[in-house]
């Protein structure tokens, strides 16, 4: 053991100096990063991307350079267009994105360039797009939501002062539905008492791990770290080898069942044009979908029930437009799609609150070549350039001098009818290319939670509605401290006075 630690701290020691010398990842004594180095920007912001969101107001061009990270970050529009069409191909998710992500994401398509993502755009787009698949995905979150959330939520209204985690519900909700739509699986984790998933604990853990590697300025360090199955890097590969074990035997299960007509599950989907041979190839772009499913769909309603709390005028509205195409009455608490489709201001709400609070606050990928952006900064090959569009959702020069309001109407016509935005300039789904294959499906899913839960119950954030959001650092944004609320059955007007 001795002769073990007496090699390895000198080759730590060696790395990291090794580092600090050769990579672009020296000290700078620009003013933007030495406050990353020191977090010296904690001292005025409450999360980063605030920070981020602040600098790049300042900018005369949007876009600024965080010199120690070999990255340009960028809330410009015409940049980000640059980046998703006009010049889609110099920027690909990259080598270097592959690393930070492959031991979790694999060949995933979240992870995956060239003939290996567009395999899987193909398919995902002809099975999301398909009429059979969103027949059986709206039945799966119809099915949640009368068996689960609303037993869930009825059991918490009924002792005045219980105070419900809503973050955790809405993420239990979502494993559950994509867990069944993905695999076919039901891991039960709205039941209450609220049980604890493997799967999902592994999961939360995995997931934020990697996004701290991503955000680490000596990538060596965690390499090394990585390699010696210690610290965090020992806890990751724990958590993946759980994913793995998990997802292996349950495409093993699908397997000796065979596949029949009557698998809608994306696995099976998957399985019938996948080699047989390959169930690893089959587990990364399954933990792709559970990703995206899972966690979006969470942080974007986390994002929009908190923004409720601040506007009951708009609570209001949306309660409004209920009644009229559903009828008004607390009984009838699920739509129909058609009936979701009429329902232009609480879609309205929801794309404002994910302006405000995106349920992936920034996005990156990696120069190929030499490129000059449309705002003329300059990026050299192999430069991490960043769209941010939680800063994006805080420029004046994008949404005009009401940027900081929640306002619901900017998305809607004269006539009262949703309106959407040129997704460069709102690229929460992405843009181009590489567009959110699974958007709809997304919609959707939100929109059935948001009905029955306005429809039905009287939300109120625990402690206030004033506070700001803290975020944790992820793949994508999760509250700290989840969303503590209160929560009461309308059988009456004005049950909190």
Known sequence: MLLIISFIIPLFIFLFFHTLFHQKLRYCSCEICHAYLTSSWRNDFVNL?????HLLRRSPTSTIK??????????????????????????????????????????????????????????????????????????????????????????????????LDLQDVFRRFSFDTISKLSFGFDPNCLRFPFPTSEFAVAFDTASTLSAKRALAPFPLLWKVKRMF???????????????????????????????????????????????EDDDKYLRDI????????????????????WLLTRHPKMENRIREELDRVMGPGFDSFTASCGEMREMHYLHAALYESMRLYPPVQFDSKFALNDDVLADGTRVTGGTRVTYHPY??????????????????????DKEGKFRSENPVKYPIFQAGARVCVGKEM????????????????????KGGSTETLRFAPGLTATVNGGLPVLIQERKAEGVFN
């Open 49 to 53: 991307g605030d920070w981020y969101a």
């Open 66 to 163: 965080v010199h120690v990270l070999n990255s340009v970050v960028t809330a410009n529009p015409s940049n980000v267009e640059h980046m998703l069409k006009t010049r889609f191909h110099n920027y690909p998710k990259g080598k270097q994105f592959s690393v930070i992500l492959g031991d979790l994401l694999g060949r995933g398509i979240f992870n995956s360039d060239g003939d290996t993502w567009r395999f899987q755009r193909k398919l995902a787009s002809l099975e999301l797009g398909s009429v059979s698949v969103r027949v059986f995905a709206h039945e799966i979150v119809k099915t949640e939501i009368e068996t689960r959330l609303i037993p869930v939520l009825n059991s918490f209204s009924t002792e005045p002062g219980s105070v």
């Open 229 to 275: 199955k210690i610290g965090s890097e020992k806890e990751l590969k724990e958590s993946i080898n759980v994913i793995n074990r998990l997802a292996g035997d349950l495409i093993k299960q699908r397997r000796l069942t065979g596949l029949t007509n009557k698998n809608n599950d994306l696995i099976s989907r998957f399985m019938a044009v996948v080699a």
């Open 286 to 305: 399954v933990v792709s979908f559970l990703l995206a499913g899972r966690d979006t769909v969470a942080a974007g309603l986390t994002g929009f029930f």
């Open 391 to 412: 800063a994006m959702g805080r420029m004046s020069r994008i949404w005009g001098p009401d940027y900081e309001e929640f306002k619901p109407e900017r998305w809607l």
């Open 442 to 461: 997304a919609i959707m899913e939100m929109k059935s939670i948001a009905v029955a839960m306005i429809k039905k119950f009287e939300t109120r954030v």
